[in-house]
């Protein structure tokens, strides 16, 4: 793979990468990616492969926490939790002080989904996938939200990692150490954004 199918921005430091993170999350604190029919639609699509009420939900990099407020709209999930590595992360309800590329603390862990959008913000794609996949209760759902912001053009110092459209199922598959296998690929949102030129959600499930 060159860099038109694959971008991994370099850090001087696992610091510089906080401290870019942290202002870039200060700088858009309440801009918010997700759309409430999306993260509806995805629901109920996880509901038709056997996802039952009552779960629970974890969000990777929720910034001000507005997909942990859509999921809990659903009515589905008895709790949803959000992550974020900007202390930043205090000012919300139900928002954990946490770097994605760690496991998540025992009194969290094994949720039935997880859900991210900020994949692109890793440096270690990688060892983000690999705890995402530990984490999650077998049978469980992950869910990586994609876009053409999401590929390597979108790429830089804050969205450190892009990945081509094609190669997103591959990639996670492998870098779960085939603790995931891919299930389906939802391309029919319904809310598309003016500024992408397309959304999509590629949901894997953890093997039993």
């Not at 492969?49 to 969000?59: I, K, M, T």
């Not at 929720?62 to 999930?77: D, K, V």
């Not at 990586?144 to 598959?173: K, N, Q, W, Y």
């Not at 296998?181 to 391309?187: A, N, P, S």
Request: with cysteine.
């Amino acid at each position: 793979m060159d860099t038109t199918d694959i971008f991994l921005h370099t850090y001087s430091s696992y610091e510089e990468y906080v401290a870019v993170q942290t202002e870039g999350n200060r700088r858009k604190l309440h801009n918010v990616w997700a759309r409430r029919e999306n993260l509806h639609y995805m629901v109920n699509k996880l509901v038709e492969r056997g996802l039952d009420s009552d779960s629970f939900a974890v969000c990777h990099g929720t910034r001000n926490g507005a997909e942990i407020s859509m999921l809990t709209e659903t009515g589905l999930f008895k709790t949803v939790i959000g992550t974020e590595i900007a202390e930043t992360a205090l000012q919300f309800r139900n928002t954990l002080h946490h770097d994605f590329h760690t496991p998540l603390p025992a009194p969290i862990s094994q949720p039935d989904v997880i859900y991210s959008n900020s994949l692109d913000h890793a440096h270690d794609p990688v060892q983000a996938i690999w705890a995402w996949a530990g984490d999650l209760k077998p049978s469980g759902f992950l869910v990586i939200e994609h876009s053409d912001r999401h590929e390597p053009s979108g790429a830089g110092p804050l969205d450190p990692f892009g990945l081509r459209r094609d190669l997103v199922s591959d990639f996670v598959e492998t870098s779960s150490r085939k603790l995931l296998t891919f299930e389906v690929e939802l391309t029919c949102l319904p809310s598309c954004r003016p500024d992408p030129g397309y959304i999509t959600m590629f949901v894997f499930r953890a093997c039993s």
